[in-house]
């Protein structure tokens, strides 16, 4: 999953190839990926960053796992902690035209103190939203993981031949798993603070964004009741999230359906999760998959085309997959890490945030050439929505009419500054 972190380089990708489009001698039909293109990642892995991407654009997470553990990151793109590090407002006092005269003065660490500091805190951060861990019998060993691009299913492979499938569901906010051929021995659902505490001696001590505690989370109140299980996490500034996670046996098969939900969706989130996983576990995984592909069906034959090179190819699909997972009209846009947020215990690196340069710019400037314009919508909509920011921004910090966007900021258009990057 490193290759997930660097995705918005590789976008590059995207633009060159489709103006290869330009000289195409004969028409071209857009087709689906072929099944020799998807994405099939050896076991065991051991980090959440080599992870299957999976994602719906709200929500996100990470296939992965050894033996006979398999493990489901999760994550949405909406959970942030905005509390500002430091002075309030401080780029009304730290202006650009101030600056610009201690630059010119020589004052150099003067003025990268008063624009990096707001910069050093903890928060505001991008959130994750934990783990679920399934431990399957000790004889279960998984081969592989695969993405299947076509459908946008993540897909674990056993020695034994049994599988485990995921869907991030396209048209419903919820995750569905189907685990045929074996029956779980337990399903564990963790928090981040959980995963801190296990990883605290390892991964977290070394993370370049803090750890979870840092945050002053009072810990996650779970509940379990017949075949679900639940936490609700409090945050910042009145937010809370549930991640939901129901099962149901039917016959050889064992479903799993994950809903996470916030205060920002309803008051009563607990029951809106309990809603949401009811529905798709009534609907089945076959049920629910074939609106899923539909969606993605969609998604695919917008555009395509067609590599000579194999290796070329297959990552322009898998590039082009990451708008369809991570990216939707009525979600946020992808920030540094999309919808795939550090799970490690610790917070995102650069706190996941909205770095507006090469990253944002890299990411979004190929939906266009490729058709995707529902993904594109994704960005364009979040910085309309908070354009009243943005001119606050032009006006205090720049002295000057219109809008400016910050060029590091969090979900709800803060300026975070960082090394002069504002």
Known sequence: MKRIIVMKYILLLVLTLHLSCVFAQKKYSPELPKPNHNLILQAPINTWDEAVPLGNGLM????????????????????????????????????????????????YEEVNDQWDKPY????????????????????????????NLSSAEGIAHFISNSEIKVIYCATEPVVLLSIKGMIPNRVNLLSNMDIYRRNMQVEASISSGGTMEKLGYPEAV?????????YIQEAADGLKYCVYVQ?????????????????????????LAKQRCALA????????LKKHKQWWEK????????????????????????YGAASRADAPPMPLQGVWTADNGSLPPW????????????????YQESGRFDQGLSYINYLWDRRKVFRDFAKYFYETDGLACPGVMSYAGQPLGGWGAV
């Open 60 to 107: 996100g997470g990470l296939l992965w796992g050894e033996n006979n553990t398999i493990r489901l990151s999760l994550d949405r793109g909406d959970l942030w902690d905005e509390r500002t590090n430091g002075e309030p407002d401080w780029w009304k006092k730290y202006t650009y035209k101030k600056g610009a005269k201690l630059i010119g003065q020589g004052k």
């Open 120 to 147: 050093g805190g903890v928060t505001p951060t991008k959130l994750s939203a934990g783990r679920m861990e399934i431990q399957l019998p000790v004889s279960e060993i998984v081969k592989n993981f695969e993405l």
């Open 222 to 230: 779970k509940g379990k009741l017949d075949n679900a299980q639940w």
């Open 247 to 271: 099962s149901r046996q039917i016959q050889n098969e064992t479903l799993l359906a994950i809903a996470i939900t916030t205060t920002n969706d309803t008051s009563d989130f607990l029951s």
């Open 281 to 288: 576990l009534g609907k089945g995984y076959e049920g629910a």
């Open 299 to 322: 998604f695919w034959l917008q555009s395509s085309i067609s590599i000579p090179d194999e290796v070329v190819q297959r990552q322009y699909n898998l590039v082009q997959y990451f």
């Open 351 to 366: 706190k996941g945030d909205y770095h507006n340069d090469l990253n944002t710019q890299m990411t979004y400037m190929a």
